[in-house]
Nanobody, 126 residues
């Protein structure tokens, strides 16, 4: 079992930055490939970024490529999402998710993640 708790969301002006954190507990953190997802009102939950267990492989949705960075600190059992040059269309609830320890790589599909945090709201004003 993996328990995930996100933090770092808030209200920011367009062009601003936020760093989201996801603290993991319950199992060895570096056993899990991880991802950040987001869900805007009346929209499907979509992947933002993914990272492999070792952090050697990362993935970014086209909409955030060049602006967001996913990274992890296995010693601190924490996943991060550095979000720069934020736009109003980035407004959403952001969730971190973990795959089961059998999987080395991230997935783009939300159904492939077994553990989820409660989410943190990011609001970008124009």
């Amino acid at each position: 079992q993996v328990l995930l708790v996100e933090s770092g969301g808030g209200l920011v002006q367009s062009g601003g930055s936020l760093r989201l954190s996801c603290a993991a507990s319950g199992r060895t953190f570096n056993s899990n490939a991880m991802g950040w997802f987001r869900q805007a009102p009346d929209k499907e939950r979509e992947i933002v970024a993914g990272i492999s267990r070792s952090a050697r492989n990362t993935y970014y949705a086209d909409s955030v490529k060049g602006r967001f960075t996913i990274f992890r600190d296995n010693a601190k059992n924490t996943l991060y999402l550095q979000a720069n040059s934020l736009k109003p269309e980035d407004t959403a609830v952001y969730y971190c998710a973990a795959r089961d320890r059998d999987y080395i790589l991230y997935s783009r599909e939300r159904t492939d993640y077994q553990y989820w945090g409660q989410g943190t709201q990011v609001t970008v004003s124009s």
